[in-house]
């Protein structure tokens, strides 16, 4: 069965740093892989996805993330954290089942 | 649009007890999911379905039963609670055609569970 690793539990950034949120994916098929956030008190929310199109994968608030088959990797990065992108992060693979498997998240906090 | 919604939103159980989980989407999505979340754990599947009639198991089913009797609803059925099973429980619904790759999936509020 397809697996994510998130590699980082918990990733702290100054405002206006860059982001990056690490993830790697087993699949025995050519996966599908998204990026979901959770903020506190809110529904899980889409970030982006990638499903074999383009690799590099452009999502909402300035979010993207590039599929390298040859690593097995999925990271997620924004140029320049807002104190609004503080929250928990999944990243989910997807494969021929359409069945989603969920990392075990990445706290992102941003101090000012 | 309502979504996916989910009841109730807090749940206290004692041991042995048995409730059901409400899941309900208006989008017409084939997909359906249940999930729990645990502290530091992510999201585990409990239980999925691909349309009405038809149910698999995911990564933790232990204890739980589903059914998928119509599009719109999504059942998860605890039988006999127990303290492991306290957690946050989200249903999730999502669209593919044919089998295809699976769009973005939507998902309910949550659903709160203490088992004591």
């Known amino acids: 069965a397809q697996s994510v690793t998130q590699l980082d539990s918990h990733v702290s950034v100054s405002e206006g740093t860059p982001v990056l949120l690490r993830c790697n994916y087993s699949?025995?098929?050519?996966?599908?892989l998204f990026w979901y956030v959770q903020h506190p008190n809110k529904r899980l929310q889409l970030l982006l996805k990638y499903t074999s199109a383009a690799t590099l994968v452009k999502g909402i608030n300035g979010f993207e993330a590039e599929f390298k088959k040859s690593e097995t990797s999925f990271h997620l990065t924004k140029p320049s954290a807002h104190m609004s992108d503080a929250a928990e992060y999944f990243c989910v693979v997807s494969d021929r089942r359409n069945d989603m498997r969920f990392g075990a998240g990445t706290r992102l906090t941003v101090k000012p | 649009n309502a979504g996916v919604t989910q009841t109730p939103k807090f749940r206290i159980l004692k041991i042995g007890q048995s409730m059901t989980l409400q899941c309900t989407q208006d989008m017409n999505h084939n997909y359906m999911y249940w999930y729990r979340q645990d502290p530091g754990m992510g999201l585990k599947l409990i239980y999925y379905?691909?349309?009405?009639?038809?149910?698999d198991k995911g990564e933790v089913p232990n204890g739980y039963n589903v059914s998928r009797s119509t599009t719109e609803d999504f059942p998860l059925r605890l039988e006999l609670a127990a303290p492991s099973q306290t957690s946050v429980y989200f249903c999730a619904s999502s669209y593919s055609r044919d089998g295809r790759r699976n769009t973005e999936a939507f998902f309910g509020q949550g659903t709160r569970l203490t088992v004591v």
């Open positions: 699949s025995s098929y050519s996966p599908s």
């Open positions: 379905s691909v349309g009405a009639g038809i149910t």
